[in-house]
């Protein structure tokens, strides 16, 4: 897979590789918004995950809330880009309203719950509440950075996210 993804040849060296994920902030009429609490590390999180070659972002984040709470949504729009420096992992988040389908959790989820925005803030890592915050606050996607924990820094005014 590693050949595949890079561009090396014999002649020069590679770039440097990411890997593309997304997310659904799935949020009911309510103002509650879906989260999962993940299997492989019990952290609680907007659904996500990798996005397919092949695949539309948007689809692919509809893809994967419906993979991992067994609910179907449609994607309004992007509301950040986020960078996990440490992983070399760039994520799109996207709003999204539920549109069908039935709760469940799955081999990637071992719970499936409908947080409030205090919940947010109390049970989610900061790079990932922040993910969740954003789609609920900004009206323009910022750009953000962490290291799987906590932000790196904050986006200007603009949401560029370039530190003056």
Request: glycine fraction near 10%; charge should be negative; hydrophobic fraction near 40%.
């Amino acid at each position: 897979m590693l050949l595949y993804m890079s561009n090396a040849t014999q002649e020069g060296a590679s770039m440097s590789l990411h890997s593309v994920s997304v997310a659904g902030v799935v949020v009911r009429e309510d103002g509650r918004v879906l989260v999962i609490r993940r299997a492989d590390n019990g952290a609680w999180e907007a659904p996500g995950g990798v996005l397919e070659l092949d695949e539309q972002p948007e689809a692919g984040a509809c893809r994967e809330v419906l993979e991992e709470t067994g609910l179907q949504v449609e994607a309004v729009r992007l509301t950040g880009v986020y960078k996990n420096m440490a992983r070399g992992v760039v994520a799109l988040v996207f709003l999204c309203r539920p549109v069908g389908g039935e709760e469940r959790t799955s081999s990637e989820s071992v719970e499936v719950r409908w947080f409030t925005r205090s919940e947010i803030e109390s049970h989610m890592t900061e790079a990932y509440a922040v993910r969740v915050l954003d789609a609920l606050d900004l009206e323009a996607p910022p750009v953000r950075t962490h290291d799987g924990r906590r932000l790196l820094r904050e986006p200007t005014a603009s949401g560029s996210g370039i530190a003056s």
